[in-house]
Structure formats: C-alpha cells, structure tokens
C-alpha cells in the first residue's frame, strides 16, 4: 500500500511568488490535514479535511493560504504571495478516522524556502 | 490551552546505553499520547502511542513509554540505543473530546547516537 506522498520535495521562490503543494493521502483516507515546522519551533496545525470539506482551518495563518481538495482525493496548499516567514517544513498526513486514537500517516514534507 | 513539553532538543547518547526522551503534557483530562519519529528525508512514523488501559505502552524498534498521570508525563524509553535510532523524535497529544483529530506537537528532541 503505498504511503502518503507530497510533491514537491523541495521548492525554493522568492518572495511574492507564488508556490503551489500538493499532497496525495493513502487511498481510502477521508481524512487529510495539513501541518507546517518552521526552522526549530514544533509542528503545528494548519487545517483538516473530512473528504472535500474543510472541517477545521483554525491553524491558517493568514488568507495567502488556500487550501484545496477537490473529489476528496488529493489536497494542495497555495501560498500566493510567499513570504519569508512562510519557510518551514509542510507536511501533510492522512488517517481513516478523525479524532479519538487513530493514527496519523504522514508523508515526507516539502521543504518551501522563501527567499 | 493544551501545552506539550519536550525538554532537551538535542539529545546525545552513546551506542548500547539508555534513551530517555521527556515529555509532559498540561492538560486537566489526559489526552491520547504519541510519540513519532523522524528518520532523514523520511515522514513522521509512529512509534507507539497511548489511549487507554495499561500505562506502560510498547511500540517498534525497542521503544516504550510510561503514562504517569499524577506526573502529566509520557517519557520515552529504550534500554540500550542502536545508531539507527538516530532521529528526531516528537511527543504529540490529542484531547480525547476532540472528534477532529488534530494532533498538538512538541518542538522534537534531536537525537545523537555515537558509537
């Protein structure tokens, strides 16, 4: 079975460009969120799909980032326009179940470099 | 507001002797508990987590971790380190009240393996 995976793996733009990433979950998986690691704090929190539907989008940090997942497959993340602050690590990870103690699967991340 | 504690970001221990990796929580109702490890240009891969029942939890590769509530902690464990367990490590929790699933993280503890 293959894992989640994101694309790119890597990206670096400047600022004021636009970057766009993509994230494929484990098929079968309804639920899909989006978390970001800026350079030595902890991951955080960026939304939550339930299928195509955004269930919690509390973790956004401002409206340059849109969010998709069309079909309930695959999700992507716009950033438009980068900023240097947006640096960091975006993963991406995908469960059967919301909540209770289900496991998280993540992928690899891509690493976004704003310069 | 839910906080997770890693104490030690680096962590430095030599091959054959104890892992011990800190984590508490604070919370007023214990949380599902995880710990996630990350191997280079790899995702987040679980190592164990724990939910309820028995406190002393067992996950892959040799890990286990201890839930003490009266001590809000959740520390992680491996009685004798392999140069593979050279990774990062994040402590994550999720309160159980949550239907959603988004997993609060600590900021990780790097760990070091020399022979």
């Known amino acids: 079975e293959a894992g989640v995976t994101q694309f790119p793996s890597h990206s670096v733009i400047e600022k004021g460009q636009t970057v766009t990433l993509r994230c494929d979950p484990i098929?079968?998986?309804?639920?899909l969120y989006w978390y970001r690691r800026v350079m030595g704090k902890e991951i955080k929190f960026l939304l939550h799909?339930?299928?195509?539907?955004?269930?919690?989008e509390s973790g956004m940090p401002n409206n340059r980032f849109l969010a998709e997942r069309t079909g309930g497959t695959y999700s992507t993340l716009k950033v438009q326009p980068a900023e240097l602050e947006d640096s960091g690590v975006y993963f991406c990870?995908?469960?059967?179940?919301?909540?209770?103690?289900?496991?998280?699967?993540f992928g690899p991340g891509t690493r976004l470099t704003v310069t | 507001a839910q906080s997770v504690t890693q104490l030690g970001s680096h962590v430095s221990v030599s091959e054959g002797a104890l892992v011990l990796l800190r984590c508490n929580y604070s919370?007023?109702?214990?949380?599902?508990l995880f710990w996630y490890v990350q191997y280079p240009n790899q995702g987040l891969q679980l190592l164990l987590k724990?939910?309820?029942?028995?406190?002393l939890v067992k996950g892959i590769n040799g890990f286990e971790a201890e839930f003490k509530k009266s001590e809000t902690s959740f520390h992680l464990t491996k009685p004798s380190a392999h140069m593979s367990d050279a990774a990062e490590y994040f402590c994550?929790?999720?309160?159980?009240?949550?239907?959603?699933?988004?997993?609060?993280f600590g900021a990780g503890t790097q760990v070091v393996v020399t022979p």
């Open positions: 990870a995908s469960s059967l179940q919301g909540g209770g103690p289900y496991e998280q699967y």
């Open positions: 098929s079968g998986h309804d639920n």
């Open positions: 799909f339930v299928k195509e539907s955004k269930q919690d």
């Open positions: 919370s007023s109702v214990p949380p599902y």
């Open positions: 724990y939910t309820t029942g028995a406190t």
């Open positions: 994550a929790v999720r309160p159980t009240t949550d239907s959603w699933g988004k997993l609060q």
